[in-house]
């Protein structure tokens, strides 16, 4: 477990399989009494950073309501 | 390489394949990089992150988002979020529409043909051997991994790979079992051509997708020939596409893939977008790599 700032912190962990293995690291933030897991960071790739990229492309080339809306789509499709 | 041979004596049958193999290798869009491309993709079925308040606390409407949490989480702030993830890195993609014509062509490849192939190889061959071949073809990495740990200024490692790469050949027969790390405990570090390069301060240049190898960078491109170099298989031939390589090379693809079938499928659909989900995947992948 690594300290990323006052408050956040990272617990690193490991899944191991016969095809080999893979650092899984979850991303802590304090709120109150409790450790809530805010990013999951799989082989160096952050879940939210991942995200926050394809948004940033779609609000790039496109309105905001382009992008509430293929979330909408996204969401229902589910 | 006695065992290489053998592997190559039993599926002689793949040479009468031997173009469609070559396709099989490439279908390994996330198998052709072994280690690299798949495990992002195994991760990301296994957690739900609300995306609605994600994206909210992104750009969007931070203020709204501060004020009023939208679940018993409670907000993380664009701060807290910063000082978690140092400045996102980018990669320039100025031959998008090849890229994406590329990830297209990959993705049916996969659908249509390694997929089917690896799931028939694994309901008929057992866990256990698909584990022995994938430490085979990992021990038959060992020379890029030894020589560029040594690159990197990690001597220290490539001394632990090169024992890796002893023991595993001789007490481990031939590589099929992964005998340092099972009765040693003695692990190595990863490391390839294009981390080299990285280290060197060598940029990614930009984004590049290449047809059945998957993404990459002309920094990656030129260190993917540098590791073929180091590859004993390269020189089981004088050939530049010889069915015996090629077809050990089709062999790890599905082998590798067995282990990850779902993987792909699931990144696939988390993605808002999957083409600059995997694009951002490949980025973030490869820049903490070189930070280890």
Sequence with gaps: MTELSSGTAEVQSVVITKGGQMPINYRVIRKKNDWRVYDVVIEGVSLVGNYRTQFREILGNNPPEKLLETLRTKAGAK | ?292
Excluded at chain 2, 125 to 135: A, H, K, Q, W, Y
Aim: with cysteine.
């Design chain 2, 1 to 292: 390489m006695k065992s290489g041979r053998a592997i190559c004596g039993r599926r002689s049958a793949l040479r009468v394949l031997c173009l469609t193999t070559l396709l099989v290798l490439a279908a390994g869009f996330p198998a052709a990089n072994g280690q690299e491309a798949i495990p992002d993709a195994a991760t990301y079925p296994q957690i739900s992150v609300p995306i609605p308040s994600l994206a909210q606390e992104s750009e969007s409407r931070p203020t709204a988002a501060a004020t009023t949490p939208s679940d018993d989480y409670g907000n993380v702030t664009q701060e807290e979020a910063e000082a978690a993830s140092e400045k996102k890195a980018s990669i320039a993609d100025p031959i998008e529409p090849w890229n994406r014509a590329m990830y297209h062509f990959n993705d049916k490849m996969y659908f249509w043909l390694l997929k089917p192939v690896a799931r028939v190889y694994k309901y008929a061959v057992p866990e256990d051997f698909r584990g022995l071949f994938s430490n085979f073809y990992e021990n038959l990495k060992a020379p890029i991994r030894i020589v560029n740990n040594m690159l990197q200024g990690k001597p220290g490692y490539a001394g632990k790979e090169l024992a890796r790469l002893l023991i595993n050949s001789t007490i481990g027969v031939g590589g099929l079992r992964d005998c340092a790390k099972e009765c040693f405990g003695l692990s190595g570090r990863p490391a390839d051509f294009g981390q080299t390069l990285g280290e060197y301060g060598v940029g990614f240049g930009f984004y590049i997708v290449w047809p059945i190898l998957g993404p990459s960078s002309p920094r990656d491109t030129v260190g993917f020939v540098g590791d073929w170099l180091l590859k004993p298989t390269t020189y089981l031939s004088s050939n530049w596409f010889d069915p015996v390589t090629v077809g050990l090379y089709a062999h790890e693809a599905v082998n590798t893939t067995s282990f990850h079938l779902g993987d792909y499928e699931a990144i696939k659909a988390a993605a808002v977008d999957p083409y600059v989900a995997i694009r951002d995947g490949y980025l973030q992948h490869r820049t903490e790599q070189l930070k280890q």
